[in-house]
């Protein structure tokens, strides 16, 4: 399997997201990243109309509800300093707010892609943990993500 990855290409300048053991520009540690994927189901996007007074309800479609993309991740650092620099790479996504392409790690990707805000669920889950004297350090982290314009093909999202 993959692992999944936002903006691999590094466009605008942005490091990519990937949490794989020893990523970040090398500043995960070797052992200890990991991802959980979770894909939203399509729904659609409806416009109801219940006029006052009425009986009945008008349901229209008017085509494919965003679909929600959330990372899991298990962030483990050497240091506490590449630990904020990991988490300053996802928080410029937060005020970046373009679009990017994002792999699944399951083989799917989609070009229209953007990293939620803490309002919609993103942000670090629970207290950082020192974890040896050394200064090894972890932080759980969930990563909310839209795909704006999501697709019924295959191989996409």
Known sequence: MATAVFNN????????LLFENGGMSGNLSTTGNTVNV????????????HPAGADWTS???LGVAKRRVTWDVKL??????????VELAIETYIDDFRTYVITD???RSND???LLPAAAGTGP???????????TVIQYWRLVFAVLWPSVEAGKL
Do not use: M, W, Y
């Open 105 to 107: 790690g399951f083989g």
């Open 76 to 85: 483990k650092a050497d240091s506490n300093a590449e630990l904020i620099a």
């Open 112 to 114: 229209h892609v953007v």
């Open 59 to 61: 349901l229209r479609k």
């Open 38 to 49: 979770t894909v939203a189901a399509l729904e659609a996007a409806v416009l109801e109309a």
């Open 9 to 16: 290409a590094e466009t605008n300048g942005l490091a990519k």
């Open 125 to 135: 889950v629970g207290k950082r943990i020192s974890t040896t004297p050394v200064g």
